[in-house]
T-cell receptor
Framework: NAGVMQNPRHLVRRRGQEARLRCSPM?????VYWYRQLPEEGLKFMVY????????ESGMPKERFSAEFPKEGPSILRIQQVVRGDSAAYFC?????????????FGPGTRLLVL | GENVEQHPSTLSVQEGDSAVIKCTYS??????FPWYKQELGKRPQLIID?????GEKKDQRIAVTLNKTAKHFSLHITETQPEDSAVYFC?????????FGTGTRLLVSP
C-alpha cells in the first residue's frame, strides 16, 4: 500500500515564478491537508481539502496561494509570484474520512527554494 | 482555536537514559494528541497517539500520558538509543487540522 506521494521532492524557483506542488493521498484516503515547515521551525497548517472542496483554508495566505483537489488526480498547492520567504518544506498529509480522531499520514514533502 | 506549547526545545541524554517531553494545550475540547518523529530531511512520522478516553498508552519503549484536567500530555522514551535522535513534535487537534508544538530536538549520545 503506497503511502502519501508528493512531487517534486525539490523545487527551485526564481522570485516571481510560479510553484506547483502535487500530493497524492494514500489509497482509500479522500482528505488532504497541507502544512508548511519553515527552516528550524514546526509545521503550520495551511489548508484542508476533500475531493472538489476546500474545507478549511484558514492557514493559507490570502494572496498568491491556492489549493485544489480535483475529482481526478492529485491535490495541487500553487504559489504564484514566489518570494524568498516562501522557501520552506511543504508537507501534505492524508486521512481516510477526516474524522476528528483519525491519524494523518505525511508525505515526504517538497522542499521549495526561491532564489 | 488550539494552542500547543512544547518543552524543552532541546534535550540531550546518554544512551540508556529516559527522555521526557511535555506539551500543554489550550482547547479543553481537544480529544486527540499525536506525537511525530522527524529525522533530518525526512517526513514527520507518527510514533504514538492518545485519545482523550485514556490516560496512558504504551508501545514498547515509548509511552504517552494525558492529563485532561491540567491540559497537558507527555512523551516518555525509555532505554534511549542513538537512533532515537531526531526532532519530536506533539500536536493537538483543532477541528480537522493539527496544531503542532515547536518541537524538541533529542540527542542521544552513545
Amino acid at each position: 500500500n503506497a503511502g502519501v506521494m508528493q512531487n517534486p521532492r525539490h523545487l527551485v524557483r526564481r522570485r516571481g515564478q510560479e510553484a506547483r506542488l502535487r500530493c497524492s493521498p494514500m489509497k482509500g484516503h479522500s482528505h488532504v491537508y497541507w502544512y508548511r515547515q519553515l527552516p528550524e521551525e514546526g509545521l503550520k497548517f495551511m489548508v484542508y481539502l476533500q475531493k472538489e472542496n476546500i474545507i478549511d483554508e484558514s492557514g493559507m495566505p490570502k494572496e498568491r496561494f491556492s489549493a485544489e483537489f480535483p475529482k481526478e488526480g492529485p491535490s495541487i498547492l500553487r504559489i504564484q509570484q514566489v518570494v524568498r520567504g516562501d522557501s520552506a518544506a511543504y508537507f501534505c498529509a492524508s486521512s481516510p474520512s477526516g474524522g476528528a480522531l483519525e491519524t494523518q499520514y505525511f508525505g515526504p514533502g517538497t522542499r521549495l527554494l526561491v532564489l | 482555536g488550539e494552542n500547543v506549547e512544547q518543552h524543552p526545545s532541546t534535550l540531550s541524554v546518554q544512551e540508556g537514559d529516559s527522555a521526557v517531553i511535555k506539551c500543554t494545550y489550550s482547547d479543553s475540547a481537544s480529544n486527540y494528541f499525536p506525537w511525530y518523529k522527524q529525522e533530518l530531511g525526512k517526513r514527520p512520522q507518527l510514533i504514538i497517539d492518545i485519545r482523550s478516553n485514556v490516560g496512558e498508552k504504551k508501545d514498547q519503549r515509548i509511552a504517552v500520558t494525558l492529563n485532561k484536567t491540567a491540559k497537558h500530555f507527555s512523551l516518555h522514551i525509555t532505554e534511549t538509543q542513538p537512533e532515537d535522535s531526531a526532532v519530536y513534535f506533539c500536536a493537538g487537534r483543532s477541528f480537522q487540522k493539527l496544531v503542532f508544538g515547536t518541537g524538541t530536538r533529542l540527542l542521544v549520545s552513545p
